[in-house]
């Protein structure tokens, strides 16, 4: 698949905390995407793959994003381009909305090692295992297998009190009384109150969710990164009141949040969420 021009950093993208189950094997890239096993390498400019079709590379790595009018609409200061620049081809992935879901309800408070050990453990317990270039991989878990199975088998992946969430919440979306594709039509405000209706979400996970699964672009999700790159760099810009309140190293309270998230979707516009993951990179690698 030839990239003609079309600006993608494979690595950068991978590696940026949006996503949790794919490994680095040589040259290549192994992911599981649904019941897809594939493995994918950048080589000059063209993308290689393996078991998977240019459709679904196109569609899942967002390469019909246009990140130079992206870049155009939140390139708004110094940092911002500075982080456009030193990681630029960084593209926000369009995930499974169910399997970004549990990964997100599984990410309170957890780095991306630990994220990744929780998710890896409950896709070998309940997924199904496929070998491919002699390797292990498991499919994640359909939702009537996570409804099915015991909070206390839940809490031996690794998750401790969020298994009763992704007990509880697979259950609600197992039984049909919540649907996530129908929040694609929904208005982003609206989509991210019916998230919260589900157990273990709360405003980080819900702008996770709609970010990176269901096309909302203009989530702004907050956490310590992109406090510390909004106090760091845009303290100016904030209210003195809350720049005083969120430099204390408690968690954010959910006004905080809101104001945070409110500044970001405002000031950096529809494309906000690449925004925050160009500047949620660049404030982990290079503070």
């Given amino acids: 698949m030839r990239l003609g021009g079309v600006p993608f950093n494979l690595d950068v ?5 949006q996503v949790f189950r794919w490994d680095k094997v040589g040259d290549w890239w192994y992911g599981v995407v649904g019941d897809c096993v594939f493995k994918i390498r950048r080589f000059d400019d063209e993308l290689e793959f393996v078991k998977s079709d240019a459709e679904l ?11 130079h009018r992206i870049s155009s ?7 911002i381009k500075k982080a456009l620049q030193r990681f630029w081809g960084l593209r926000i992935i369009r995930q499974d909305p169910w399997e970004c879901l549990i990964s997100y309800i599984c990410a309170t408070y957890k780095n991306i090692p630990a994220i990744k050990y929780m998710l890896d453990n409950l896709s070998r317990k309940f997924g199904q295992k496929v070998v491919f270039d002699g390797l292990e991989f498991f499919t994640f878990p359909e939702p009537a297998k996570l409804a099915r199975a015991s909070v206390s088998s839940l809490a031996e992946c690794g998750l401790g009190y969020r298994a ?3 007990f509880e919440t697979s259950k609600r979306i197992f039984e049909g009384s919540f649907e ?22 709360g405003f980080k996970v819900a702008d996770c969710v709609l970010l990176f699964s269901l096309g909302k672009l203009e989530a702004f999700p907050v956490d310590v990164w992109v406090k510390r790159v909004l106090l760091n ?25 809101r104001l945070l998230n409110e500044f970001g979707r405002n000031y950096f516009g529809e494309y906000a969420g690449y925004a925050q993951e160009y500047l949620y990179h660049s404030e982990r690698v290079h503070g």
């Fill in 233 to 257: 760099h845009y303290a100016g810009k904030l209210p003195k009141e809350l720049v005083k309140k969120i430099s204390k190293p408690e968690g954010l309270s959910n006004v905080e949040y």
């Fill in 13 to 17: 993208t991978l590696c940026c905390g």
């Fill in 180 to 201: 996530l594709e129908p929040l694609r039509q929904l208005p982003y405000e609206q989509a991210k109150k019916e998230l919260y209706t589900l157990p273990g979400v």
């Fill in 73 to 79: 609409i939140i390139g708004r200061d110094a940092q």
């Fill in 57 to 67: 590379v196109r569609h899942y790595f967002g390469l019909d994003d246009d990140l």
């Fill in 164 to 166: 009763k969430y992704v």
